[in-house]
């Protein structure tokens, strides 16, 4: 079956950076656009960051653009976020998501409609 687990969250100081990893598994990875998302306290869950299933392209959200980065690692079938220069906006729980093949990767972006979830990993922002 699906398994998608994440690693790597922690509590940082404003400034400081931190790396988030997923193993996935039950699937054949380079096939698919893999995620990374963020649920805050309070909010819906939005896309941080995309990369499709070669690693040659990838989207991010304007919020963290310049300051995180996507990457895979498809003989590993490992996705990774680099998160430098953290911010206490960006304390929230960190999900790795894979997008279905059947949808157009526009329209599952748009409406956050992964079709597997990992079970997400904390990061904490605070002075």
């Known amino acids: 079956q699906v398994q998608l687990v994440e690693s790597g969250g922690g509590t940082v100081l404003p400034g400081e950076s931190l790396t988030l990893s997923c193993t996935a598994s039950g699937f054949i990875f380079n096939l698919y656009d893999m995620s990374w998302v963020q649920k805050a306290p309070g909010k819906g869950p939005k896309w941080v960051a995309i990369i499709g299933p070669d690693g040659s392209k990838a989207w991010y959200d304007d919020s963290v653009k310049g300051r995180f980065t996507i990457t895979r690692d498809n003989t590993k079938n490992t996705l990774t976020l680099q998160m430098n220069n953290l911010q206490p906006d960006d304390t929230a729980l960190y999900y790795c998501?894979?997008?279905?093949?059947?949808?157009?990767?526009?329209?599952?972006?748009?409406?956050?409609?992964?079709?597997?979830w990992g079970l997400g990993t904390q990061v904490t922002v605070s002075a």
């Open positions: 998501a894979r997008a279905p093949l059947e949808k157009p990767l526009a329209v599952v972006q748009a409406q956050n409609e992964w079709d597997f």
